[in-house]
């Protein structure tokens, strides 16, 4: 065999090649909405995470606003990745992150100011948030754009996701409702108006007021946390026994 046909031989075919990035890129999506989410299975960026979440309307902000700069600095960093000298590499993330950070929080002032007033110093804060600094030294310091964006929007959809998650839960059973003021809506209510639930005359649950609080956030964390892990060990038991079957029914093949 002639060393061109060894070539050919070797040459993956474009459409299976296609195939192989599109698959690659899926699987940069969908990792972090589940598999490595970041908040719910790396346990990253909690500070912000319990800190936001009394409000669904907080959430919704931090979250998009986040993945607005997750995506952005993963792109830049990614293309730049071969012009950063390695001994400064995590001050120059920095400075493209707070780029875009300062970007966000001008945004947020201008057009949406209560919401800004609400986030308050988690605005800035964003600059450190491990999520973000993790992503770029981890994945988009060592790899192409696309690839890079797909993890950063995967990643940001599944930080916003976790927040969502915990504030539905919060803001649902503290207040009864969903205050959308920020936004210049009004009040969803689960009881037609107020916050308190009154037949005749008596009032009968006003929420669960601590779960508005920090230790209410810890706490709904806390269970969110315990129910993925069961959910975990059923899944673990379910494969384990069905391997066991497959072992089994195998053997008694082969004895049979």
């Known amino acids: 065999m002639s060393i061109k046909d060894k070539q050919n031989k070797n040459k993956i075919p474009a459409k299976t ?8 890129l899926l699987h940069e999506f969908t990792k972090g909405l589940f598999k ?15 800190a936001v979440t009394n409000k669904v309307s907080n ?6 606003s986040t993945t607005f700069v997750l995506i952005c600095s993963n792109c830049i960093i990614s293309a730049l990745k071969g012009f950063i000298p390695d001994k400064v590499r995590i001050p ?3 400075v493209i992150v707070a780029s875009f950070v300062t970007i966000v929080e001008m945004i947020l002032n201008a057009y949406i ?12 804060l964003i600059v450190v948030n491990c999520i973000i600094l993790g992503r770029a030294e981890a994945f988009a310091g060592k790899n192409d754009v696309l690839p890079s964006l797909m993890d950063a929007l995967g990643m940001g959809l599944g930080f916003t996701m976790s927040m969502l998650l915990l504030a539905f839960i919060r803001e ?12 210049g809506a009004g009040m969803l209510s689960f009881i037609g108006g107020g916050d308190t639930l009154v037949i005749r005359g008596a009032e009968v649950f006003g929420g669960i007021k601590i779960l508005g609080l920090p230790a209410g956030a810890l706490f709904v964390f806390g269970l969110i946390l315990a129910a ?3 959910v975990k060990d059923i899944i673990r038991q379910s494969k384990k026994n069905k391997s066991g079957s ?11």
């Open 17 to 24: 090649a296609k195939v192989q990035s599109d698959g690659r």
């Open 36 to 50: 490595e989410n970041p908040s719910l299975v790396l346990l990253l960026g909690l500070c912000s995470t319990l």
């Open 59 to 64: 959430a919704i902000g931090m979250g998009i």
């Open 92 to 94: 120059a993330y920095i």
């Open 113 to 124: 100011s209560a919401l800004a007033k609400s986030l308050g110093i988690f605005i800035p």
């Open 172 to 183: 649902g059973l503290s207040s009864l409702g969903y205050d959308f003021s920020d936004y």
């Open 228 to 230: 993925i892990n069961a």
């Open 246 to 256: 497959g072992h089994k029914a195998a053997a008694e093949g082969i004895n049979g």
